[in-house]
């Protein structure tokens, strides 16, 4: 069985610089996830991945992205298409990305698929939590990780012991903690 990782890309603390991070939570929370994926919230690492992404077969990135389209468009860059990708600064982490899987290019180590599932940023203002037009996006987002995996194999079994939006309250929760 193929080994598949997921990770979220992003700073929860930079409004939806955090997109990716909030795209793979809403994920774990909408399906059961199967033994052979594994979620990651990979933050704003980039080097720190070298490891996991070495030991997959399939890479899948959830991001925020800056393209030129309008706020809230949904993208997706796959195999052939990344190193023109990255001819152009499109993402935050582009740089810790982009050397990541050069790095695994010369190790001759890269995942046999790679797929970059982006939103492109309303507002990256140091604020918790997504804009209303990021959230608004969120769910097409997590739609289009659904169909990412799919192509790759992956049958996703929906949840029914929680919802959409479950991360947020638990945002809210932590942050009433740590202000008390």
Not at 26 to 41: C, F, G
Not at 73 to 84: F, K, T, Y
């Amino acid at each position: 069985m193929k080994k598949i990782l997921v990770i979220g890309m992003g700073n929860v603390l930079m409004q939806d610089e955090g997109v990716g991070v909030r795209a793979v939570e809403e994920l774990e929370n909408r399906y059961l996830i199967p033994d052979n994926v594994t979620i990651m919230d990979g933050g704003t690492t980039g080097m720190e991945l070298f490891e996991p992404i070495r030991s997959c077969d399939r890479l899948v990135v959830a991001d925020a992205i800056n393209t030129g389209a309008p706020y809230g468009s949904l993208v997706r860059i796959a195999n052939e298409e990344i190193p023109s990708f990255f001819q152009t600064k499109l993402s935050n982490h582009q740089l810790g990305l982009s050397d990541l899987l050069a790095l695994l290019t010369l190790k001759d180590a890269v995942p046999e698929h790679v797929a970059i599932i982006g939103m492109v940023p309303h507002s990256l203002e140091n604020k918790l939590g997504l804009t209303s037009e990021a959230e608004a996006g969120l769910v097409a987002m997590v739609d289009m990780l659904v169909a990412e995996l799919s192509e790759l194999g992956v049958v996703l079994e929906q949840r029914s012991d929680r919802g959409i939006g479950h991360w947020r309250k638990e945002a809210e929760l932590e942050v009433a903690d740590v202000c008390v």
